[in-house]
C-alpha cells in the first residue's frame, strides 16, 4: 500500500521541478503570431513528446545513459548550451524572423523547446529518474509516480490553452516585454543547467 503522504511529494517535487504555471508566459513568446488552432496542435504534440520522453527515462533512465555513455552532467550541459540557443533568439526577434520565413515548412516549436528540454528538462529527468527509483523499483509505486507524471503534464496542457487571454492581456507591447524578459530568464536558467553539470561531473574539482 502506497502512503498518501508519499504521492503528495512525489507530485509536489514534479510540479515544482516542470513548473506547469511558469511555461505558459514561455509557451506565449515561443508561439508568438500563431493562432489557436495552431497553439493547440503545438501544445498536445509538446505534452506528448514530454511524456513519451520522461516515461521512457523514468523506466529506463540510467539504463539508457549508461548504455551510450553519457552522464547526467553532461546532459545538463548539453540542454543548457541549446537552452541558450533559443534564448538568444528570443532576445534578439531572431526566432520570430525565421518562423515568418518557415511558414508551411511544419517548422514549430513543440519538440524543442517545448517538450525538451522545458517540459522534460534535465531536472525532470533526473527527477523521474531518482523517483522511480525509490520503493527497490516496485511496479505499483513506478506507475503512480508515472501517473502522476502524466496528471503534471496534462495541467501543463491545460494551462497552455489558457495562453490566448494570457496574450489578450498583455498586448502586443507587453508580449514584446515579456518575451525578452524570458529570454533572459531562459539564458539564466541554461547557465544554470551549465553549472550545475559542471558541478555533476566535477571539472574543476582541486
Do not use: H, Y
Amino acid at each position: 500500500m502506497i502512503e498518501t503522504a508519499a504521492l503528495i511529494t512525489v507530485f509536489a517535487t514534479l510540479f515544482v521541478v516542470i513548473d506547469p504555471i511558469g511555461l505558459v508566459p514561455m509557451f506565449v513568446a515561443l508561439t508568438r503570431g500563431m493562432d489557436a488552432s495552431e497553439r493547440r496542435s503545438i501544445a498536445a504534440r509538446a505534452c506528448l513528446v514530454a511524456v513519451f520522453v520522461l516515461v521512457l527515462f523514468g523506466l529506463m533512465g540510467e539504463a539508457i545513459l549508461g548504455f551510450i555513455g553519457i552522464s547526467m552532467g553532461a546532459f545538463r550541459i548539453a540542454g543548457g548550451i541549446l537552452l541558450f540557443l533559443t534564448a538568444l533568439e528570443m532576445l534578439f526577434e531572431r526566432r520570430t524572423q525565421r518562423r515568418e520565413g518557415q511558414k508551411g515548412s511544419g517548422a514549430d516549436p513543440s519538440v524543442f523547446p517545448l517538450a525538451t528540454p522545458l517540459i522534460a528538462g534535465p531536472g525532470a529527468i533526473a527527477s523521474l529518474i531518482l523517483l522511480t527509483g525509490q520503493n527497490g523499483g516496485d511496479w505499483t509505486w513506478v506507475a503512480a509516480v508515472l501517473g502522476l507524471m502524466i496528471l503534471v503534464v496534462t495541467t501543463v496542457f491545460l494551462l497552455f490553452l489558457t495562453a490566448p487571454l494570457f496574450e489578450k492581456a498583455l498586448g502586443k507591447t507587453g508580449i514584446n516585454v515579456i518575451t525578452r524578459l524570458l529570454g533572459m530568464l531562459l539564458a539564466a536558467l541554461a547557465i544554470q543547467f551549465i553549472v550545475d553539470g559542471i558541478a555533476d561531473l566535477a571539472l574543476f574539482a582541486t
